[in-house]
């Protein structure tokens, strides 16, 4: 596989993993598509450590709301060292929808800006995420169980 390949392997990674966050059943068999098992997400509002459990720890976040819509930038990717390492850089809007019973209080949505750092690493099955980062640039709206706008 050359550089260029690689590179575009693991930038599809970052939008497939947005993508199916919006419509897909988050469980065993996509953490097993997206991330190595030592893998690592960090979220402003938590984290999770290692791919037991990394499907339902997102779906658990995600059903606090009717539906969500993420947006990634194209992912900016450094391939490090020996080639089986990879640095990635992007950035995503999100919109979250409320639930009805919620809407009332927290209005109809929740939207963020952040910045996302990533790592990725060569399996024998292909590329994999190690880590991502998301960093809030900015927010509209009202989180559950959130305060002020």
Not at 38 to 43: R, W
Not at 87 to 114: I, K
Not at 122 to 137: H, I, K, Q, V, Y
Request: aromatic share 8%.
């Amino acid at each position: 596989m050359t550089p260029s390949e690689s590179t575009a392997e693991i930038a599809e990674l970052l939008d497939r993993y947005l993508i199916t966050l919006d419509d897909e059943k988050l469980d065993d068999d996509w953490t097993r598509s997206l991330f190595t098992e030592d893998a690592s997400v960090t979220f402003p509002v938590g984290g999770h450590q290692g791919a037991a459990g990394m499907g339902a720890f997102h779906q658990r976040t995600l059903d606090a709301f009717t539906c969500t819509q993420h947006m990634g930038t194209h992912a900016f990717v450094e391939i490090e060292g020996g080639g089986d390492t990879a640095r990635l850089r992007a950035n995503c809007t999100s919109t979250h929808v409320h639930r009805p019973e919620n809407a009332a209080e927290l209005g109809p949505l929740f939207q963020t800006g952040t910045f996302v750092d990533g790592r990725a690493r060569r399996t024998p099955e292909g590329w994999r995420l190690s880590a991502l980062s998301f960093r809030l640039m900015w927010k509209h709206g009202t989180p559950p169980g959130g305060k002020g706008r």
